[in-house]
């Protein structure tokens, strides 16, 4: 195990080092628990900075499709609320037209609806705006002829689970976090106490001491000051910081968590219950047949030039985030691997993150 690790803790140090990101924090654990955890850098490139740990909660951005978005329509469905091939028309008024009228919740899901990435114009302003323009935005391709990874589908994913849930996107992850926490013997509620082990939408006051901060983009009119548990996507920030696409905050002991119980259930544990069940997470890992793509539902699978490098198994899946985060689970392993960084708070190009992300599974792979 040494030499694996001596080297993934000499990449993330180099990645701190250069200026790729100012903190960084990784794990890789097994169904039964962490292998290895360790916390590099500063929340800002700032010397005075506090130094990262174990309890640092950084912006998760696109791990929120996967964890939140994806587990709370997998548990709809579950429930008999929502159904995969639910036609888009019957849940969007705007959605209309026969080139439209083909898409369904698991083309959303699939990023195969004919949906672009983003809006042309800057974001609306309210959610009753986002559905308009999403749902009369001309599409990009036939539904389920290709992909193309979209925001916009999941910001849907949201509104659907929004309208379907009987609460909140928000209030109904935490019931999963809750449900997740409690299968692993851990505190339900370790964010409001303080302690390590958050993953929820935001970040209170009572934790914006323990944020790694982000930079807006040029675009974004909060440019030119840090986002202390705001969230970085301008369109989540939008519809008030929770969103299905972004808006998920967590630090490492809540991300590996999660990450354990999917791992869990994806090698067959019948203990946590739904949406992570086998059955649910063995639906929700599975290829989709869309031609050229990677995508499962809400989720990336394997491939050789994914983030996850070369040296994890072909039943691996993950999702990676824009400011700097990833998750990737491989159940043939029996491995989870959680990087959380803040790339973006003045860190290096997304190319420069996605060599660190393969460089530190590669070393990791084989512990």
Not at 18 to 29: S, T
Not at 64 to 71: G, H, Q, Y
Not at 77 to 97: I, K, N, Q, Y
Not at 347 to 352: A, K, N, P, R, V
């Amino acid at each position: 195990m040494g030499v694996g690790l001596e080297t993934a803790r000499a990449i993330l140090e180099r990645a701190v080092g250069d200026r790729i990101c100012p903190a960084a924090v990784g794990e890789v654990g097994e169904s039964d628990g962490c292998l290895w955890r360790q916390a590099f850098g500063r929340l800002t490139f700032d010397q005075t900075a506090a130094a990262a740990g174990d309890d640092t909660i950084f912006d998760l951005a696109s791990l929120t499709k996967p964890i939140a978005t994806t587990s709370v329509i997998l548990r709809l469905v579950a429930r008999g609320a929502l159904s995969f091939d639910e036609t888009l028309s019957t849940l969007f008024e705007d959605w209309r037209g026969k080139d439209r009228e083909p898409a369904t919740v698991q083309d959303l899901l699939e990023h195969a609806a004919g949906l672009a990435a983003r809006l042309v114009d800057p974001p609306p302003l309210t959610r009753r705006e986002f559905e308009h323009d999403i749902s009369t935005l001309k599409l990009e391709y036939p539904p389920r002829t290709k992909s193309i990874y979209s925001d916009l589908g999941f910001i849907l994913l949201g509104f659907i689970a929004d309208n379907r849930g009987g609460g909140s996107l928000a209030q109904q992850f935490d019931d999963i976090r809750i449900r997740v926490a409690l299968s692993q013997g851990e505190a339900a509620d370790p964010a409001k106490a303080g302690a390590s082990g958050a993953l929820q939408f935001g970040a209170s006051a009572a934790v914006r001491a323990r944020v790694a901060p982000t930079m807006p983009e040029a675009a974004d009119p909060r440019r030119g000051r840090r986002l202390v548990g705001e969230v970085h996507d301008d369109y989540a920030a939008a519809l008030g910081g929770v969103a299905g696409h972004a808006g998920l905050f967590g630090d490492v002991t809540g991300v590996s968590a999660f990450a354990r119980a999917v791992l869990r259930a994806a090698r067959g544990d019948e203990t946590i219950g739904e949406p992570l069940s086998p059955a649910l997470v063995e639906r929700m890992t599975m290829k989709t047949t869309v031609p050229g793509s990677s995508r499962a539902l809400g989720w990336d699978t394997m491939l050789p030039t994914s983030s996850c490098g070369t040296e994890l198994s072909p039943a691996a899946f993950g999702h990676v985030g824009f400011t700097g985060t990833s998750v990737w689970i491989d159940p043939i392993l029996d491995r989870y691997f959680v990087l959380l960084t803040n790339r973006a708070c003045g860190g290096g190009t997304l190319d420069q993150m996605r060599e660190v992300r393969r460089a530190f599974h590669n070393a990791l792979a084989k512990l």
